[in-house]
């Protein structure tokens, strides 16, 4: 990641934040951040804006997709004696003596609904924690407010493959970033206050913000004809308890035991998920002896896709399956040791890619269905590959096609694959 600096004034301020920084990721830093000259910068960062530049900070950064590590994640479960069942919600809480014995839920594609009787109803819903809480319990007081950030996508000509680029000073006073992701430039992102909703449609004002840092920084020409993509998230935050002033909000985690037993895990981070459901899961084994304590372990267990994982294996893959090295980079980075099973559907037909211009392959569609839960088209087009979030139009184009290959592997009649169409359309349309 570079930081340009046009002025020497906060060079300190910036140098020693990224040091603390360092110094938090101790030996696990990928590495030491580090002052660097006009030129350098430049070179790293070709888009910046030049004139006045003085000089740039260089840190370093991971990123992963998030969507890909949900369902690694959720797949390594169901190794370890999870049962997942996708698209089905809570509805109701079941009750007996005032205490939850479990829960009602709805396949929200099917319609069909059932009980579930359970020891312990764990809350994980995120945003949504609070309408949880409320099923429970109707006047019960929030613990969450929403912050809404939205991230707009440019092509790839916007950032250099391996550099990112931190803009350190907004007209608000926060950070934004220009990140190379997935053969794109994703800009991101914004902090408002927002209503909880399943699909939040990106204000375009906050598109606009964006973009207008954006041109103050770069040389290149940035307009809104340029972007592929926008999207929004809501961070769920918690009203930090500890605090006397109600009005504070936290980034950390809260684990709440409401009166008839619902255990809800509210706020956090990606960064910190491991650590949050160790912390519940700890909570309630303790609290309702669910079996012998034991340490948490899965600080030691490899995701689905991890095990036998050798990173740089995009050439090999490439030679083996005879894939262009977009296609082999993309295959191995997003599934690990499991690439060979993609290829294997590949080699059976459906080696095509799926969208003109992008690496995801059609092979991929049939991977979802069979393997990794996906039960709508948009599973596939925004979860198991992340073609919605990049590119509309070409997400648009592809749907069809996906929509066909889902039907053959389902059995899906007219009817449903109209449906499924129509449910593309409205997300790319209002919100994904
Ligand atoms: C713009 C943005 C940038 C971010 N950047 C970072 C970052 O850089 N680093 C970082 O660590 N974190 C980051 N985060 C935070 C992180 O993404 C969130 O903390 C995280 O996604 C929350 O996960 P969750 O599982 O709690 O909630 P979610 O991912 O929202 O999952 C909740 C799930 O519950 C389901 N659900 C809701 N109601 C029901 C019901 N009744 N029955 C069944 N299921 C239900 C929903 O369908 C959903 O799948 C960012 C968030 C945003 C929005």
Not at 33 to 55: I, N, T, V, Y
Not at 104 to 131: E, L, M, Q, Y
Not at 217 to 240: C, H, M, N
Not at 415 to 429: D, G, H, I, P, T
Request: overall charge negative; charged content about 25%.
């Amino acid at each position: 990641m570079v930081t340009p600096l046009y002025s020497w004034a906060r060079v300190p301020y910036i140098f020693a934040g990224l040091k603390l920084y360092d110094l938090l990721a101790g030996s696990h830093g990928i590495g030491h951040s580090r002052l660097m000259g006009r030129s350098s910068a430049l070179e790293r960062f070709p888009m910046l804006h030049a004139e006045g530049l003085k000089a740039g900070v260089l840190y370093y950064d991971g990123q992963f997709n998030d969507a890909r590590m949900a369902v690694s994640l959720a797949l390594t479960a169901t190794q370890h004696g999870a049962v997942l069942a996708n698209h089905v919600g809570v509805t109701e809480l079941i009750k007996s003596g005032g205490r939850i014995s479990g829960v009602s839920v709805k396949d929200s594609i099917t319609g069909v609904g059932w009980p579930i009787h359970a020891r312990v109803v764990v809350n994980a819903t995120g945003p949504f924690a609070d309408a949880t809480r409320k099923l429970d319990d109707p006047d019960v007081r929030p613990m969450l407010k929403a912050s809404e950030g939205i991230h707009v996508v440019l092509d790839g000509r916007f950032a250099p493959p391996d550099t990112g680029l931190l803009i350190p000073r907004t007209e608000d006073g926060r950070v934004l970033f220009v990140l190379p992701w997935e053969g794109h430039a994703l800009v991101g992102t914004t902090d408002e206050p927002a209503e909880v909703s399943e699909h939040p449609r990106p204000p375009k004002e906050d598109v606009s913000y964006l973009l207008r840092h954006v041109r103050r920084y770069f040389d290149l020409q940035v307009t809104e004809s340029d972007i592929k993509a926008v999207w929004s998230g809501l961070r769920p935050l918690v009203f930090d308890p500890g605090a006397s002033d109600t009005a504070r909000l936290t980034r950390d985690h809260v684990i709440e035991e409401s009166r008839s037993g619902l255990l809800t895990i509210a706020g956090g981070k990606w960064t910190t998920y491991r650590k949050m459901a160790e912390d519940t899961v700890d909570y309630a084994v303790r609290r309702y002896h669910l079996g012998p304590a034991r340490s948490c372990w899965t600080d030691r267990i490899p995701l689905v896709g991890g095990g036998a994982y050798e990173s740089g294996s995009g050439p090999k893959l490439a030679e083996r399956h005879g894939w262009d090295s977009d296609v082999a980079q993309y295959v191995s980075r997003t599934y690990g040791d499991r690439a060979d099973d993609v290829a294997q559907i590949a080699a059976q037909g459906d080696g095509g890619r799926l969208a003109q211009g992008h690496p995801f392959l059609k092979a991929e569609v049939i991977h979802a269905v069979r393997y990794e839960f996906a039960e709508r088209a948009m599973d596939v087009l925004a979860r198991r590959t992340p073609l919605a979030l990049l590119d509309t139009e070409a997400c648009r184009r592809a749907a069809p096609g996906a929509v066909d290959l889902m039907a053959a592997e389902k059995g899906w009649d007219d009817s449903r694959c109209a449906e499924e169409m129509q449910m593309v359309e409205e997300r790319l349309e209002v919100g994904i």
